[in-house]
């Protein structure tokens, strides 16, 4: 079904660990060429490697969003554009907003915000000079649509990019750009694996609506749609998935 994916070109920020290496794992399974890009490039290189044994076409590059000069020279050594970008890096950012210092709240929105901003941008101006359409699929949250303690830095850059994904949408439908953001509710992954067996990380559970947690493979339909010629003539929306949470009662 997705035979459309192969050969495209797929940049995957976050892609040392969770989401992101779940997600550059699976465009190459389908025959995509993947580049793989976060801060921590050791732990890159050893997926890029493993991608390659496999016998999938993978790249590793060193990529801190927040940063326009990193993002800059990550495509001008490109020679052909990225047809498909998932902007899936981010941070939490979690503290009590009492406590939040200046440094945190921007450090929290220069990457959740800022850059997928940066980086589609660049993708856009590619794709643009080159004539062609592409794909970018920013990863948001569910916080984005409804909020939770402690994370109001999160949740505003998060709710910042549902829209930002609108506007970018709107501007550039017209090249045959998609734009469209995924919202994960919770997920199991390694970084959350032991809170989730606590008393309040069972008690979180037990509010969503499916009474367990999603696993990374359950966030595949929305991406292949989105990211495919299956989701041709989707713009501008947002994918919600997380067990009915947004959808539980208050």
């Known amino acids: ?43 890159l290189e050893a997926e890029r490697d493993a991608l390659r044994s496999s016998g999938a076409v993978a790249d590793a590059v060193k990529l801190d969003v ?38 945190d709240w921007d450090g929290t929105l220069d990457v959740n915000l800022k850059g997928p ?9 590619a794709l643009q000079q080159a004539g062609r359409g592409g794909s970018i699929v920013n990863i948001a949250s569910i916080i984005a649509l409804r909020v939770a303690h402690e994370l ?13 994904t609108r506007a970018l949408s709107l501007e550039w439908a017209r090249y045959g750009i998609r734009v469209n953001a995924i919202c994960p509710g919770y997920f199991e992954t390694e970084m959350n694996s032991a809170f989730f ?16 947690l999603g696993q990374p493979g359950e966030l595949d339909g929305a991406l292949l749609l989105l990211a495919s010629d299956a989701g041709a003539y989707i713009t501008g929306s947002t994918i919600v998935v997380d067990g009915g949470h947004t959808n539980s009662s208050l």
């Open 1 to 43: 079904m997705f035979d459309d994916l192969k050969n495209k070109q797929v940049l995957v920020t976050g892609a040392s660990s969770g989401f992101g290496q779940h997600f550059a794992r699976l465009f190459a399974r389908h025959g995509a060429e993947v580049t793989l890009a976060a801060r921590r490039l050791e732990s």
């Open 66 to 103: 927040s940063q326009s000069s990193s993002i800059n020279a990550l495509f001008a050594q490109r020679t052909r554009p990225f047809d498909i970008v998932v902007n899936n890096a981010g941070v939490s950012g979690a503290k009590r907003s009492l406590d939040m210092q200046e440094s």
């Open 197 to 212: 067996k606590t008393a309040p990380g069972e008690a979180l559970i037990k509010r969503i609506p499916q009474r367990r």
């Open 117 to 125: 901003f940066l980086v589609a941008q660049a993708a856009a101006r």
């Open 152 to 164: 109001s830095a999160y949740a505003a850059s998060k709710a910042g990019l549902v829209h930002l």
